[in-house]
T-cell receptor
């Protein structure tokens, strides 16, 4: 069975500090991984997907098949990055991690 | 383009009743998925519909059902409600089936008393 683990429920950093939101997955086969974000009072939205290898709002995520990880990183956190972040795996039906709340303090 | 629209946004039911939730996908999107979100279990996949056919179903009891209409609008139904069915039910649409690139609605928050 596929599984996504986000070990941190809450990550608190100061503005300008680097951010790394951890995501580990369990899947037999070639995984498709995504990061979704939910800002306060907004709907859940796609932030980025591993196949595009793009940077969105300064965030990047690299798939490491050896470590079965897909950590989300940003070199300099901004207050507007404060949100709930979900790592998700799959295509036919997404398996979501439990989410990490990122708090960026001024 | 209008986003995914879910109705009703909030509803309260009692145990044993049944409920129907509605979802209108983004125009042109033919795939609709449903997810249940609870504090304890997080986001869990319920089902996916494409071209009026259920393509995939999550690990939920038969009390949970759904359908999709020819205009891609979808409904999900929960019969014989239990307290544990209290949750936020999220609908998501996508252009194609079997994709993880989903556009979510704001959800229907169901409270079962």
């Amino acid at each position: 069975a596929q599984r996504v683990t986000q070990p941190e429920k809450l990550l608190s950093v100061f503005k300008g500090a680097p951010v790394e939101l951890k995501c580990n997955y369990s899947y037999s086969g070639s995984p498709e991984l995504f990061w979704y974000v939910q800002y306060s009072r907004q709907r859940l939205q796609l932030l980025l997907r591993h196949i595009s290898r793009e940077s969105i709002k300064g965030f990047t995520a690299d798939l490491n098949k050896g470590e079965t990880s897909f950590h989300l990183k940003k070199p300099f956190a901004q207050e507007e990055d404060s949100a709930m972040y979900y790592c998700a795996l799959g295509r036919r039906a997404l398996t979501f991690g439990s989410g990490t709340r990122l708090q960026v303090q001024p | 383009k209008a986003g995914v629209t879910q109705t009703p946004r909030y509803l309260i039911k009692t145990r044993g009743q049944q409920v129907t939730l509605s979802c209108s996908p983004i125009s042109g999107h033919r795939s609709v998925s449903w997810y249940q979100q609870t504090p304890g279990q997080g986001l869990q996949f319920l089902f996916e519909y494409f071209s009026e056919t259920q393509r995939n179903k999550g690990n939920f009891p038969g009390r949970f059902s759904g359908r999709q209409f020819s205009n891609s609008r979808s409904e999900m139904n929960v019969s014989t409600l239990e307290l544990g069915d209290s949750a936020l039910y999220l609908c998501a649409s996508s252009l194609a089936e079997h994709t993880g690139e989903l556009f979510f609605g704001e959800g229907s928050r169901l409270t079962v008393l």
